[in-house]
């Protein structure tokens, strides 16, 4: 009994496992290695996740995104005023446009720049912030598709969904149900 004793402490003494430590020697651990997987892709999706959120936006942020809001609206309600304007009073409308007549050419040139360069920016921030909010959202995706293959396997039409298992009770009442008392009782009263 000593030898035998002697042996696997030599073996498996100390939480050691000298045959697994061997084979290992010559074939990965998959369990281990499966492990770190998924450390490196969690360690990875923090660190992209990171990278991409969004600051937490104060007071003067806030309000700077106000004003940022209000010259397309104002921009597309100001022509749909000047068509009114034109239709209750051509005379005065007339009178403007002849003012806007006299503004000189590289005035409207840098006119269309910054209105392009504000577009345009305002444009690459929306798209920016689209992306972080898709980046967001991919990352729930595994989440999402196993909750869906959950749900498609409860389906009715979903093959062995109402196989009772081995359970040999529920077995033999699918197979041969009870009677059923109030049918019996209803077709009593019908004279069936």
């Known amino acids: 009994m000593g030898l035998i004793s002697g042996v696997l402490a030599l073996l498996f003494g100390n939480g050691r496992n000298v045959l697994q430590e061997t084979a290992e020697l010559y074939r990965e651990n998959t369990e281990?290695?499966?492990?770190r997987a998924y450390e490196v892709q969690t360690q990875a999706m923090l660190q992209f996740g990171s990278e991409f959120q969004a600051p937490q936006k104060g007071l003067f942020?806030?309000?700077?995104?106000?004003?940022?809001?209000?010259?397309?609206p104002a921009l597309a309600l100001g022509t749909l005023g000047l068509f009114v304007a034109a239709m209750v009073d051509p005379i005065w409308f007339a009178a403007r446009m002849q003012g806007i007549a006299l503004v000189p050419e590289p005035l409207?040139?840098?006119?269309?720049?910054v209105v392009s360069f504000y577009f345009g920016a305002r444009h690459q921030s929306k798209m920016q912030d689209f992306q972080r909010?898709?980046?967001?959202?991919?990352?729930?995706?595994p989440t999402v598709i196993s909750n869906i293959e959950a749900l498609r396997t409860m389906q009715s039409d979903s093959p062995g969904i109402a196989d009772p298992g081995p359970d040999a009770a529920l077995n033999s009442d699918v197979i041969r149900p009870e009677e059923n008392r109030a049918l019996h009782d209803w077709r009593k009263l019908r004279g069936i």
């Open 32 to 35: 281990a290695s499966a492990v």
């Open 61 to 72: 942020d806030r309000v700077m995104d106000g004003v940022n809001r209000l010259p397309r």
């Open 108 to 113: 409207w040139w840098l006119l269309g720049v």
């Open 133 to 141: 909010d898709i980046r967001s959202t991919m990352t729930q995706l």
